[in-house]
């Protein structure tokens, strides 16, 4: 508590300070001392004083913050001035005096702090510093002639202890506990509470706590306190509670407590002492609690406690006070008017035969309401009839009682008990084997009965026990633990419970009896106002025992929980079939002779696996309900059972339906836990009963939840944890709209709730508050998981598997605890994140969890969560144990982030900007390479796309097999005179050598152009290209060509053939001379060697001089054609004049090469 305290703020406010020397004598400045007042926190102190020279005053403020003893702040308000080394406040009454010392340094205003018992502090305004200040510090100021002081006058906090204030400054609790401390040290006088235990402090002065007026507790305990003086308690006129337990005190003198007239509580056990002195509390009247236990008495004399009249409780538990004539005189309690709780037990280890209860000193005590004694099977003595207000006795051998009946208590045991309030009776673990049949007949008033742990007197000793309690008021049975666990099983039997028809019993408790079988008729013998049974630990088998519950027209509560734990000695065989369970034990060893079996009230038929239900008490209908075939689990369950290992002999779903199961119609609360019933749960409806709030049905080692479960209309709490179920219906939970506490945890379902997308699973849970999904292997949780939860206060899903956490929260306004613990999150989305600010804007006191993930990244992509977590830390809790990792490995604590993320930030900056320019310079690359590449291959392409054009028939172009004309010409069509010569000249004269051609200007359609001329050179036979230096500015010729060569390769022949007008007077003289027969002429040309041109009767000067004119000519073609035609330069053909030798020999190129 103390590491609590907040931090306490002090105000001191100064006004009218002369700052250059002390305030001058003639000023009218007297001031009388005033205190600080402690009404409010912070708080401010003022000195009206008024000055006439302003610019030598100024106002400010000095505030001191504090922890415990750490001063945490100190700043000023306003700047101000003084000489340096000037004293502002002082003290020197005491050695431990504070001084606040103001010094101006390069116009920066320093402060020091500093005590004879602390070290010097230094500090500058405005600044914040750290040292040590006592909390409990007060400050007075004044105002004088000789100056303005302001004084710290300090109750320091004992050295190593730890002090807590209250109301100001005022030190109120001071804990010196376990200190090692050997001696007291001294305390401050407004200490109301003193915690000293667990030191080695032997002696207590006088003077310890003499200045303690205002003290009401204190704790001595667990010293070395061997002895009192009659003073040591002097001053302590308000202490209530005394604590002086475990140390090593053996008497008192009488007037050692004389000063506590207030007393309350006090605490003298576990010391050494032997015996009381007579009127020891007699100065003790307020005293209500005294606690002498674990000591050394041996003796009780009369008006031992004389003065307690106040008195309510009293224990003189485990120490040497013999239940023996003697050990405890008539009037040992006389006086003790108040008391109600006597504790006597622990004192008699043993049976001696002169054992008696000391009833004749209890019998002054008639207000006695609880007695606690050890029991003996010895006659309660006639005093007892004295005590008529006892509604509690306790014989229970405990661990501190003895208690040990046998079989020899007295059936008069309870005769002498005349009390008239309900009486609560506890014998446990007193060791009974029989019980007397009258024990009990002599308590019609009994209201509770404890039998628990007396593990051998068997169920049938208890039935002949209870025939005592018939007619009884007998509210509260517990007979758990009355078969000794070694034993293989027991039963309880139609008669068992036949005493018990006509009490008024409501709780019954049958615990960790071996119980294997429940006859039907004992539970009918109950009577009709029992309200809760508890069967948890046992061993039953048989489903027919259970049902008979339902008879139970006021049962409230069941609990047959963890069932079928056999110890050792037996074999178990399951057979789970067509959804009841049936366990067959065979027994290796003989039944003990006292083990009594009857099964006579249910009989059981096995037939192919079935359980048959024959309960003669039992309706029809609820017969025919569990007799009826129904399937062990629903279509949803039915593929999932072999795929864990499940056998298909063990499961079967030879029918389907919804098994209904009848529970008793007031019933609220059912535990059926670790019961091992591993089968499916099918398509239940619960009937007869539409109360049912509490059901668990954990740890059953069930492996599919099918449903939907009906007929829980108030169902509040459901437990379906630790049973490693793998699937779950998302229509499971349908009909349970008023659940609030779902309990998932220890299941494999990960995987179904990853599967279903929609958040089906927990849509109808409108009424949720709580669910628990820890330990599920979930990898992934639907958006829409909790979208229809709103109610939700605390979702758990911490030992998962979670990388990242999607699901939405923006209508889990109420949530209170989102626990992501333990899990492997690498970050929070944004989206996330203000969804976790918005909730804790509207709920103050949501947390978020998430210790244990190791895996958060310090990346850019985590850098909004990074930045939230820093800047809202109260939504976080154990928010200092948060890291991240950083890409090299290393990690990034809570305290380092807010150094790193700046860092962060800036490369977060950089990176997007260092990738935009990559992308952009790859797309440039890309782009440029792209270009580049369809400048160089166009031709190609082009090529390819119109012939795979005509191969699969696309438009209406249609290239053929075979030529459709010899030749076709290009030239260019711009050139006014190679339009009259090829017009003129050369279409006449290849029509007349009967060679057919093709001319775009003529034989073209309209339209493009571009398939026409891909059409023509490849269905002609040859294209002659006329060359002239700007047929190729015309893309349209540099198409034709184009085609051409890649046709030529495609073909993997001449298709091409170049003709060269090298002269312009050849151009003149063709237009002069068109008519011209090409007869006259007699020569032919004749093929040339590779590298020179065909040329006809020219002199090898003049064809060297042609040669050069065509290579200058096609240097300024494009490089494609021009390199090409380099390469084919033996092809060309070189026009000079119109004679018959060129004509001839162009038709034999054209045709008979085509041929």
Not at 90 to 118: D, P, V
Not at 264 to 293: I, P, Y
Not at 698 to 703: F, L, R, V
């Amino acid at each position: 508590m103390p590491s609590q305290i907040r931090l306490s703020t002090i105000l001191l406010c100064f006004t009218c300070l002369h700052l250059h020397g002390y305030v001058s004598p003639t000023a009218d400045n007297r001031r009388d001392f005033s205190e600080l007042s402690r009404k409010s926190n912070p708080m401010s102190f003022e000195n009206h004083e008024e000055s006439t020279n302003a610019a030598d005053n100024a106002r400010f403020h000095i505030e001191l913050r504090s922890k415990g003893n750490q001063l945490l702040g100190f700043r000023t308000k306003q700047e101000i001035s003084a000489k340096k080394g000037q004293l502002l406040t002082t003290r020197k009454r005491n050695k431990s005096n504070f001084s606040l010392k103001h010094s101006e340094h390069q116009q920066h205003h320093n402060f020091s702090l500093s005590s004879k018992n602390s070290n010097k502090m230094e500090f500058k305004s405005r600044q914040v510093m750290y040292g040590t200040l006592d909390p409990s510090t007060t400050l007075k100021h004044t105002s004088s002639r000789q100056g303005v002081r302001t004084a710290f006058s300090a109750t320091a906090c004992p050295t190593s202890c730890h002090c807590e204030t209250k109301l100001g400054t005022t030190i109120s609790v001071v804990d010196c506990s376990s200190k090692m401390l050997i001696k007291i040290p001294k305390l401050p006088a407004s200490a109301k509470e003193i915690w000293l235990q667990n030191n080695l402090i032997q002696v207590i002065p006088c003077t310890a706590f003499q200045q303690l007026t205002k003290l009401r507790i204190l704790d001595l305990s667990m010293n070395r306190i061997q002895m009192l003086h009659n003073c040591s308690f002097d001053g302590l006129t308000m202490l209530e509670q005394l604590f002086l337990s475990q140390n090593q005190l053996s008497s008192f003198s009488v007037d050692v407590f004389r000063s506590l007239q207030k007393m309350l509580v006090l605490d003298l056990s576990q010391n050494m002492l032997k015996s009381l002195e007579l009127d020891l509390f007699t100065h003790l009247g307020t005293l209500t609690r005294l606690d002498l236990g674990k000591n050394w008495l041996t003796k009780i004399q009369n008006n031992t406690f004389h003065g307690l009249s106040s008195l309510v409780f009293l224990s003189l538990r485990e120490n040497k006070l013999h239940y023996l004539p003697g050990t405890f005189e008539i009037r040992a309690f006389q006086g003790l008017t108040s008391l109600e709780s006597l504790h006597l037990e622990g004192n008699q280890p043993d049976f001696p035969a002169n054992f008696t209860y000391p009833d004749q000193a209890l019998s002054y005590i008639t207000t006695l309401r609880r007695l606690w004694l050890d029991g003996y099977p010895r006659s309660l003595g006639p005093g007892f009839v004295s005590l008529t207000q006892l509604s509690h006795l306790s014989f229970s051998g405990n661990g501190v009682s003895h208690c040990s009946m046998g079989s020899k208590i007295p059936p008069d045991f309870f005769n002498n008990l005349s009390s008239k309030q309900p009486l609560h009776i506890n014998m446990s673990e007193c060791s009974f084997h029989t019980i007397p049949p009258a024990l009990f007949k002599s308590l019609p008033n009994i209201y509770s009965l404890d039998l628990s742990l007396n593990d051998y007197l068997l169920i049938d000793g208890f039935e002949k026990a209870s025939e005592g309690l018939q007619n009884s008021t007998l509210t509260v049975l517990n007979i758990s633990d009355i078969v000794n666990p070694w034993m293989i099983y027991s039963e309880i039997k139609n008669t068992t419970f036949r005493y018990l028809k006509h009490t008024s019993l409501k709780v019954l408790m049958v615990k960790d009896c071996s119980l294997i079988n429940i006859a039907p008729k004992a539970i009918l013998d109950l009577p009709q106002s029992v309200e809760f049974i508890n069967f948890r630990g046992n061993k039953i088998i048989d489903a027919a025992s259970l049902l008979t519950l339902t008879k139970l027209i006021n049962l409230r509560g069941a609990i047959v929980s963890k069932q079928l734990h056999y110890a050792r000695g037996k074999n178990q065989v399951r057979d789970y079939h067509r959804g009841l369970l049936s366990w067959h034990i065979r027994e290796q060893t003989v039944r003990p002779s006292h083990v009594r079996t009857n099964t006579s009230g249910t009989q059981r038929k096995l037939h192919q696996g079935q359980l048959i239900v024959r309960n003669p008490h039992l309706s029809m209908k609820i017969q025919d309900t569990f007799n009826h075939k129904l399937t062990i689990g629903s279509n949803f369950c039915g593929d999932s059972v072999n795929s864990i290992g499940g056998s298909p002999n063990t499961f079967q779903n030879d029918f389907t339906g919804t098994l209904p199961i009848p529970l008793p119609h007031k019933l609220e609360m059912l535990d059926v836990s670790d019961i091992k019933a591993s089968y499916n749960i099918p398509q239940v409806q619960i009937i007869n009963n539409k109360v049912l709030k509490y059901l668990d049905f954990s740890s059953n080692g069930i492996k599919c939840f099918g449903g939907p479960v009906s007929g829980l209309p108030a169902l509040h709490y459901l437990d379906l944890s630790r049973n490693w179920c793998f699937k779950v219906n998302p229509l499971f939970f349908s009909h349970m709209s008023s659940l609030k506490t779902l309990l998932l945890y220890k299941n494999i379902l990960g995987q179904s709730l990853a599967e279903d997308e929609d958040g089906v699973t927990f849509s109808a849970l409108t009424s949720l508050e709580s669910i628990d999904l820890s330990d599920n292997t979930i990898k992934d949780l639907s958006q829409f998981a909790f979208q229809h939860n709103v109610n939700l206060r605390m979702v758990s899903l911490s030992n998962n598997a979670l990388s990242q956490f999607h699901s939405s929260l923006i209508s889990n306004t109420k949530l209170e605890l989102l626990d992501l613990s333990y899990n492997v999150l690498t970050g929070i989305s944004e989206t996330t994140c203000n969804q976790l600010l918005d909730i804790k804007r509207r709920n103050s006191n949501f947390l978020v969890r998430l210790a244990g993930n190791h895996r958060f990244l310090c990346d850019c992509d985590n850098i909004f969560f990074l930045n939230f977590i820093l800047g809202n830390p109260e939504i976080f809790e154990d928010v200092r144990t948060f890291q991240c990792r950083v890409s090299n490995g290393s990690s990034v604590t809570y305290d380092q982030l807010a150094r790193f993320l700046p860092q962060l930030g800036d490369q977060c900056v950089a990176q997007p900007i260092f990738i935009a320019v990559l992308i952009a310079f790859f797309l440039l690359v890309s782009s440029l390479s792209v270009c580049a590449l369809y400048h160089f291959k166009r031709w190609q392409w082009k090529y390819l796309y119109y012939v795979g054009k005509s191969r699969l028939h696309i438009g209406s172009m249609n290239f053929t097999n075979r030529p459709v004309a010899h030749a076709f010409i290009t030239y260019d069509q711009e050139n006014r005179k190679m339009r009259n010569i090829m017009r003129n000249l050369f279409l006449p004269r290849l029509q007349h050598l009967g060679v057919t051609i093709v001319l775009g200007e003529i034989d073209f359609n309209p339209g493009p152009k571009a398939p026409s001329i891909a059409g023509a050179v490849t269905n002609t036979g040859k294209t002659l290209v006329f060359l002239s230096p700007d047929i190729f500015r015309d893309h349209y010729r540099q198409l034709e060509v184009n085609m051409a060569i890649l046709h030529e390769l495609h073909l993997r022949k001449p298709v091409l053939i170049p003709v060269l007008m090298l002269r312009e007077e050849a151009l003149n003289c063709l237009a002069n001379d068109q008519q011209a027969s090409p007869a006259a002429a007699d020569t032919r040309n004749r093929r040339l060697a590779p590298g020179q041109l065909r040329a006809h009767h020219r002199p090898s000067t003049r064809r060297l001089d042609d040669f050069t004119r065509f290579l200058r000519l096609i240097r300024h073609y494009p490089p494609e054609i021009s390199t090409f035609l380099k390469g084919q330069i033996h092809r060309c053909l070189v026009y000079t004049e119109d004679n018959a030798s060129f004509w001839q020999h162009l038709k034999s190129i054209i045709v008979d090469e085509e041929k």
